[in-house]
């Protein structure tokens, strides 16, 4: 068992999905806290840096879309 406080990290990358965004914040950071959450805002949109307010909010502007899910994961990893 860990002795001293544990360090968490909540990622998660949205692009326009309110519902979904409100959903997983509210869910981790009810279990660990907004200073622990952070939000890959894709496209920079302004939605995404009301809602997710408190967190840790990173921009990742538009890009080339192709190959975008290699791109993603290797970014997320």
């Given at each position: 068992m860990p002795s001293g406080p544990l360090s968490v990290a909540c990622l998660t990358m949205v692009r326009d999905d309110e519902v979904f965004l409100r959903h997983w914040l509210r869910h981790y950071g009810g279990l660990f806290g907004p200073r622990s959450l952070y939000v890959i805002n894709?496209?920079?949109?302004?939605?995404?840096?009301d809602v997710a307010n408190g967190a840790n909010v990173i921009a990742l502007p538009d890009g080339n879309l192709a190959r975008f899910d290699a791109q993603r994961w290797r970014f997320l990893n």
């Amino acid at each position: 068992m860990p002795s001293g406080p544990l360090s968490v990290a909540c990622l998660t990358m949205v692009r326009d999905d309110e519902v979904f965004l409100r959903h997983w914040l509210r869910h981790y950071g009810g279990l660990f806290g907004p200073r622990s959450l952070y939000v890959i805002n894709h496209s920079d949109g302004e939605m995404v840096r009301d809602v997710a307010n408190g967190a840790n909010v990173i921009a990742l502007p538009d890009g080339n879309l192709a190959r975008f899910d290699a791109q993603r994961w290797r970014f997320l990893n």
